[in-house]
């Protein structure tokens, strides 16, 4: 009691004044808590149930929908044209012009998706003619992209900070398919079942996300597509699309190349390094989603709180990660056995390796963002593609000899190579050193207390 009385309840007193003070903050806070839920519920549901699926599967099965899933990953990043991050931007800076933003962005999306799936079951063919069921496993694994363009009404909701109906379209979604996956393993269903299940899933979002959309006084049938906003869109995320496609094949390229160079079954060992790593991709997701808007509004008043506010953002990120990547490093083999059992063993070999790529990964979520409001996105194809061909060549280079444990240092190495990219231009280089000035923890510790 004594300890309360003297700790926490100053905290919580000057905390309650704070956000009394602020409703901003408070909103903030409120949108991070959403988004935390969501990203725990998803955690939850995936060692209920995602953990089932892949001790069901096997290794090799495992392995060839991940392999599947990979390829029509790299192909359908095509599908977003890279406006996202643009579109969020003019949703915050002009919400008055929601309807041509939004109808715009979901004609563009629409198209682009229809032409990703028909090349990502085209280039799937040219790789293994031979075999027609990977063939259809990529097509199934494609189609969900063409839902994804409805979807552009999750840009709308993060622009209000208002996450709190994406998360529940997402997490009734998941509830509802997870059930069926369940019984899918009761039955013992086959492969190509838990494929058709993802375009289920994304038809229940998209349904659930048109309803809070309509819920909120808006509706879907008065976005209308606007030929000028298209172009610039187009003029402006042309490098974001372009890096979005490089980003896809530095991140899936490895499961593709394993599968081609050694077998399915490698590709669903080292899949596992790849979820477990992947876990705590929701950490940055909340802190830039939730920030983000507070942070672009700063730019327009003061210059030098907008780059001390993405300092601060660089310095919690990195504190997150390697604490992330720590404990994974040091509990790997029992994470492993506990969670996927003995025929996945040696993937806890490639997690402690392949744990240390959540550090440059964090830290590129939040530049990439910094780059989109400096309209820098040239620059953002620049880093990822240069992360992209680093990729590709390390994993030719190590493969053959070091099998998974060459494809995870190849990663780990590439993803650091695209983040200190942003030396090698003018335009970049002194971001690059807020970067690096961000990892003096204690600094930013002080600073973020202050």
Known sequence: MVLRRKLIDPVHS??????????????????????SFDRFFQLIVSFLVVLWVIRYLGPEQFGLLSYAGALAGILGSFAGLGIGNVLFRDLVNHPKES???????????????????????????????????????VGVCSVPLVLNSVAVIDYWFQSKVISKYTVISRNVSMTLTAVI????????????????ISILEGFLIVL???????KNKQNILAWRFDLSFAKIILFESWPL?????????????????????????????YSIAVKLSEFGNFIPGILV????????????????????????????????????????????SQIVYFLYGPGYSFASVVLVIYAWSIVPMFISIALSQYLVIQKLTLYSFYTTLIGAVSNILLNLLLIPSYGLIGAAISTVIAYSIAVLSVFLFKETRKHG??????????????????
């Open 208 to 214: 659930f996300l048109v309803h809070f959309y309509n």
């Open 99 to 137: 309807n041509k933003l939004l109808g715009t962005a979901f004609f563009l999306q629409l198209g682009a998706t229809i032409i990703a799936v028909l090349f990502s079951i085209g280039v799937a063919y040219l790789l293994s003619p031979n075999d027609l069921f990977l063939v259809l496993l």
């Open 14 to 35: 000057k905390l309650k004044t704070k956000l009394q003070q602020h409703p901003n903050l408070r909103k903030i806070f409120v949108n991070m808590g959403w988004l």
């Open 181 to 196: 996956k369940v019984l899918m393993i009761i039955f013992a269903f086959p492969l190509i079942y838990f494929a058709l």
């Open 241 to 269: 699309l372009l890096s979005a496609i490089a980003t896809s094949i530095y991140m899936r390229i490895s499961q593709v190349m394993i599968g081609q160079m050694l077998s399915m079954t490698d590709v669903g060992i």
């Open 289 to 332: 989603t939730s920030l983000l808007p507070s942070i672009i509004l700063s730019k327009k008043t003061d210059g030098e709180l907008f780059s001390s506010r993405f300092e601060k953002l660089y310095g919690l990120l990195i504190i997150l990660s390697v604490g992330l990547a720590l404990f994974l490093t040091i509990f790997s």
């Open 433 to 450: 050193l807020s970067i690096i000035s961000s990892f003096n923890i204690p600094k930013v510790l002080i600073s973020l207390l202050k």
